[in-house]
């Protein structure tokens, strides 16, 4: 623990990680901002959590992570980008070389639009090849690259988890409104992914829990231009969408592993 000051506590001072049995080391990626930062602020309020590297693409630009970072030495920014493999394994490095198993990865990493480009297809005529690969690249394989350079820093027969944010939109089944073809395409593959994750990590890694979860609405750049009919009641702020997901993982146990769940523990239909 640093000396600097103590860690925060949630507002009822209680745990969201009782299950975890030991400190835990966490790993949160899309963590300048957002959801992501969001996590790594309510990580840091628990007293059970020794470590969080918090992984974005320009931490030197991140100018609420150094404030969270510069008053708690516990966490610790981590320079990735989950489309480049080369940073990807750079940042595993460094992870690695602090010789602390990694108790939990949240990939929190995710886009679907741009103020100037990419944005949500509303019909078959709107679709272009740049985006569906854009989306792909960060939604889709994004999650799966981040696994490959992580996955080997978690423990083998230890509890663990790793978790990554999908969307409800992503299921096939529950697609009912059509639209948004890349993004609604690029997370099914992502769900296809750590559903086939799981399979191969419970072949050898007993202790290893991995899921797709759905955060559900939340106040973020992400959800702005969409959230007008959104009842109040179902949306969230990053803090309260942190909260009810880091409850979700803490009731994980081998039985949830390779599944696809909402922000209250709802189980979804792929």
Known sequence: MPPNQPPARNHDGESVLSRFQRPVTALVTGASRGLGLAFVQRLAAEVGVRRVWAGCRNPSAAAELAAMAG?????????????????LAGAARIVAMEAEPLDMVINCVGVLHEPEGMQPERRLAEVRADWLLQSFAVNGAGPLLLARYFEPLLPRRERAVFASLSARVGSISDNRLGGWY?????????????KTLSIELARRARGIVCVALHPGTTRTGLSQPFRGSVPEDRLFSPERAAEQLLRVI?????????????????KIPW
Request: overall charge negative; hydrophobic content about 35%; proline content about 2%.
């Open 71 to 87: 008053a708690d030495g516990r966490i610790r920014p981590l320079g990735l980008d989950v489309t480049d493999e080369g940073r």
């Open 182 to 194: 890349a993004y609604r395409g690029a997370k099914a593959a992502q769900n296809m992914f750590m």
């Open 250 to 266: 803490d009731g994980l146990g081998s039985s949830e592993n390779g599944g696809f769940f909402a922000w209250n523990g709802e």
